[in-house]
C-alpha cells in the first residue's frame, strides 16, 4: 500500500520534478500522507509515472534534504511526523498595517517652501557622472569589495582637511566615522555612550528626527529653551543631563548663533562634569555675511564635543553621506566594539565623492551655490518687507536655507500653518520641531520660508499670496 | 586708550578683514585685549591700518554675531567678558586611539580562502554602468531628493516578487524595509521590539556580526547549540528568550539545513508566546543541488517572523543593499515611530538596483554564477578528497560559497588555523563564529575554505599546500 496519487502537468510550464516535490509536499503538510507511512520506492514510482529514475530521485533529494521524508536503509523512505498544528490554524495576522504608505495629499501645492529641498538645476551633474564612471574604470576590483568600516581613509582625509580651514575643527581622518545619515551616526554614538536611559539635554524647539532618535533608544529627554544665545544656559545646569543635543552655528529651527562667550560656558558645562555635547553642524556651509562660524568643537580642547556634518545640503538629498568626529576616548570604544558595524555607504560614492572634492570641485560649486542662494535669500527678505512689512519680524541670522519669521500680532484661534497650506502654500512650522511631550502656554508663531528651490519669481509670487491668505 | 597693535600681513595670502578678526579674536582669548575694553571704532581702525571701512566692518560684524565683541548704542564696540578658564587648560586628550587603523599583515597571503570575497570578474559591469547613467538621466530631479524611509517602491516591488517566487516569502513590498547592512535593520529591528534588555536565543557557531548587534543594544544573548537539525529546540525551550535568530536554509556558519519538522516546531515556540524569530537568509540564492529550499517565513502564519535578506553575495559586496520583511504588527510600530529614519542607500543606487532586475539581468546574473560557483564548489570538494581525503570530513549542504571541513583526527596543542595563516593560505575558523563568552571543552578543529575568488588552479594548489602544511 505504498502507492500515491500525484495529478501531474505535461505542458511543460513547470518541470517534472518540481511537481512530483510540490505534491508530495502538500499531501504531507495536509495529512493526506500520514506520518511513517513508507512512500514509492524511486524505482516504482518513475515507472508509474512514465519518467526517468533521476526526475524522481531528485524531487526525493529535495523532500529529503528539507526534511519532509526520512530514509531507512535499505527499506526506502518514509512521511516525517511532523506533529505540528501550526500550518492547520487560521491566518490571524492583521493585515491593517499591511496598507499603502503612498501620502495622499488633498491639496495641491503651488509654492513649495518647505525644507529637505535644495536647487538642483545647478548641480554639476555631467561632471558627477564622468567621475562616477572614472571610478568604477579605474578602481578595478577593489572596489567591489567591502571597504573600512569608517568610510574610505581618502574620503575622509578630504573631509578632515575640509573642516580644519572651513570649520576650525581640530581632527585627523582615523578620527571620521562616515555614515548615510546623522541618525545613524547618532545610533552608533548612543552605543559608545551607553543605552542606560540616559538624560540628554535638547533644544526645544530642535531637530525632531534627532530627538526621536535618543527617545528611540531609551534615553531621557530634557528639553531646554532656545533664544538667540543658543541653549539656555540657565536650565541646562539645572539639568541631571549626561549629555546636550546642540546646533550652535545656525540653530535649527531659529538660525541663530550662539555666542563664543556662551560657547565656551557650555564647554565649561561638558568639562566640569565629564558630559558630551553632540554638535550638529548642519548648513554650516551657507553664511552669506562673512566666512563660515568656526565649529564649537574648535574651542574644546578636552575631548568632550562629538562634531558632526553632512553632505545633503551641499551636494544633493539624495547623496546620502554624513559624518561625524570622535573625540579620542569615544573613537576607541567604538574601534574595540563598534567596528563590527560595516561601513552603510557604497565604495563608489564615495570614492566619486572624494575625487570630486580632491579636484577642486565641491569647493566651487559650495562658493556658486553659496551665492546664488545668497541672492535668493535676500531676495525672500526683501519680498517679506515689502508685502508683510508690518505683520512679522525676520529672525535668525545670515545664514541658512530658510528665512524665519515670527507673526507680530497673529490671531487667537487662527491656524495660519493649515491656512497655507489649504491655499496651496506648504511651509514648516517651528512647532513641527517643538517637544510634543511638554505643555505650552502659547502658540510658537514662527514659520519657515526655504527658498532654495524656488525661482525668485516664484518666492515674490509665494510670498506676496501668503500676506493675502494670512493677513488680508 | 582705545587703540590696538594689529599686525597685519599683507601679500595677499589672507583678506585683510579676516587676519583684523582673526588677530583680535586672538588677542581676546589669550586675555591681551581685557573684558569690556572699548576696542577703536570703524572709522579709526580703518585710518589707522590704511583699509577701507568696509573691511573693518566685514571683520567687526563678524566679531560681533560670533559674541567676542559687544556694541553700545552711540558708543562703539567692547570686548566682551568670555570668563572662563576653559581656553587657558592644556589639551588633555589622550592621543593613544588616534593612530592609524589601517591593519598591517605580516604573512603574505598567497591564497585567500576568506569569506566576504565572491568571483568580480563575472559581473556585467559594462550593463551596469548603461544602467546606472540612464537612471542619472532619465529620473531627472526626483532623484535627488530624500525618497521614501523604507526604500523606492519599485524596488521593493521588485524584491517582493523575487522573494514570492524564488523563497516562498510571504509579502507585499509595503512590508519590505531596506538597508545597508544587515546589522542596521537589526538595529531598527531591536528598537522597534524593545530595548529593554530581552533575551535572544542565538545559534553558536553563528553570525559574530549579528550577535554583537544584539549584545550593543543590551539584549541578554542565550547561545543555543546548533547541529545539523539547526538550533536546539530542547535548549531553546528551557531558555527565557523573547526571540531567536535561526539562519535555517544555510546555517552560518556550518552550512546545515534545518529540516522541516524542526522549521514547524521553531514557529509553534514562537506562536505559543509571542515570541519572534530572526531568519537571516544570507546565501540562499546558492544551492548546487535542486532548487532553494523555501524560506521558513513561508511555514508561518501568525506574524512571528522576520526575514532577512542580503544582495551582498548575488550582486557585490561593495552595493551596500539588504532588506527585511516585517510581519504586520511589528510594521505597524515601525510606521509609526520609525520612519524618521531616513533611507540610508541612495536613490540612484536604488534605482539602478530596480531596473536590472526588472530586465532580468539580476536572474541572469544569478543563473550564470550559480553555474560557476557550482563548478568551483564541485572542484573544490573534489580536490579536499584528492588531497585530505582520511584527515578531514566536509559537513554542511550543497550550498554557499565555501565548503566546511572537520579535522578528523586534531592533534592538541597544534594551532591549524595560525599554521595556515603563516603559510599564506588565509582562511575562516568556526572558532571566530564561537559566543566568546562561553567555555568549551574541546576545541572546533572545523574550517570554512571559501572558493568564490579563486580559480579552479588556485583552489587545487592552496589546497595541496595546506594539507601539507596541516598534515605533512
Redesign the interface.
Known amino acids: 500500500m505504498n502507492e500515491i496519487i500525484l495529478q501531474l502537468n505535461r505542458d511543460g510550464s513547470d518541470p517534472i520534478y ?1 511537481q512530483i516535490y510540490e505534491e508530495i509536499k502538500n499531501q504531507i503538510l495536509n495529512d493526506i500522507l500520514h506520518p511513517d507511512r513508507k512512500i514509492p520506492s524511486v524505482r516504482l514510482l518513475s515507472t508509474n509515472l512514465g519518467v526517468s529514475r533521476n526526475t524522481v530521485e ?1 524531487a526525493y ?2 523532500l529529503l ?4 521524508i526520512y530514509s531507512k536503509a535499505r527499506s526506502g523512505y518514509y512521511v ?8 492547520r ?14 501620502e495622499t495629499n488633498s491639496f495641491v501645492t503651488r509654492f513649495d517652501f518647505r525644507g ?3 536647487d ?2 545647478n ?1 554639476p ?1 555631467s561632471i558627477w ?1 564622468k567621475i ?2 572614472q571610478c ?1 574604470k579605474d578602481q578595478g ?1 577593489e ?6 568600516p ?1 568610510g574610505e ?1 581618502g574620503l575622509r582625509k578630504e573631509i578632515a582637511d575640509y573642516l580644519h580651514q572651513a570649520r576650525g575643527v581640530r581632527c ?1 581622518e ?2 571620521i566615522i562616515i555614515g ?2 546623522s ?2 551616526l547618532l ?1 552608533l554614538l548612543c ?1 559608545m555612550i551607553g ?1 542606560n536611559g540616559q538624560t540628554i539635554a535638547f533644544e526645544n524647539p530642535g531637530y ?2 534627532a530627538r ?2 535618543f527617545r ?3 534615553y531621557q529627554i530634557e528639553s531646554i529653551a532656545v533664544d538667540k544665545n543658543g541653549i539656555n544656559l540657565d536650565q541646562l545646569h539645572q539639568s541631571n543631563a549626561a549629555l546636550a543635543y546642540v546646533t550652535p552655528s545656525h540653530q535649527i529651527p531659529l538660525g541663530y ?9 557650555l ?2 558645562w561638558a ?1 566640569s562634569g565629564e558630559r558630551y555635547i553632540i554638535e550638529d553642524d548642519l548648513n554650516s556651509e551657507f553664511r552669506y ?3 563660515p ?2 565649529a564649537l568643537q574648535h ?1 574644546d ?3 568632550r564635543v562629538i562634531y558632526m556634518g553632512t553632505f545633503f545640503k551641499s551636494l ?5 553621506l554624513n559624518y561625524m568626529v570622535l ?3 569615544l ?2 570604544i567604538y ?1 574595540v ?2 567596528s ?10 564615495q570614492k566619486t565623492v572624494e575625487l570630486f572634492m580632491k579636484e577642486g570641485y565641491w569647493i566651487r560649486h559650495l562658493r556658486r551655490m553659496r551665492k546664488i542662494y545668497k541672492k535668493k535669500f535676500d531676495w525672500t527678505r526683501e519680498c517679506i518687507q515689502k508685502y508683510m512689512k508690518d505683520d512679522v519680524t525676520i529672525l535668525g ?1 545670515n545664514a541658512g536655507h530658510h528665512v524665519v519669521v515670527q507673526l507680530n500680532e497673529p490671531k487667537a484661534n487662527k491656524d495660519y500653518h493649515s491656512l497655507a497650506m489649504e491655499n496651496g502654500i506648504a511651509l514648516d512650522s517651528v512647532t513641527q520641531f517643538l517637544d510634543e511631550n511638554q505643555t505650552y502656554e502659547n502658540d510658537f508663531h514662527i514659520y519657515m520660508l526655504c527658498f532654495t528651490a524656488l525661482s525668485e519669481e516664484k518666492i515674490e509670487e509665494g510670498i506676496k499670496e501668503l500676506s493675502k491668505v494670512w493677513f488680508d
Open positions: 518540481l531528485t533529494e529535495r534534504s528539507e526534511g519532509y516525517q511526523d511532523l506533529a505540528t498544528d501550526v500550518m490554524e487560521k491566518e490571524q495576522v492583521t493585515k491593517k498595517a499591511i496598507t499603502s504608505e503612498i529637505n529641498r535644495v538642483t538645476t548641480f551633474l557622472k562616477m564612471n568604477l576590483d572596489l567591489f569589495y567591502f571597504g573600512q569608517q581613509l585627523t582615523e578620527q548615510p545619515h541618525q545613524y545610533n552605543q543605552l525632531y528626527a526621536q532618535v528611540l533608544l531609551g548663533i550662539m555666542p563664543v562667550q556662551q560657547r565656551l560656558k564647554i565649561e568639562v555675511s562673512g566666512d562660524i568656526p574651542l580642547h578636552h575631548g544633493l538629498p539624495s547623496i546620502r573625540p579620542a576616548n573613537l576607541e574601534q566594539h563598534l563590527i558595524y560595516q561601513q552603510t555607504t557604497s565604495r563608489v560614492l541670522d
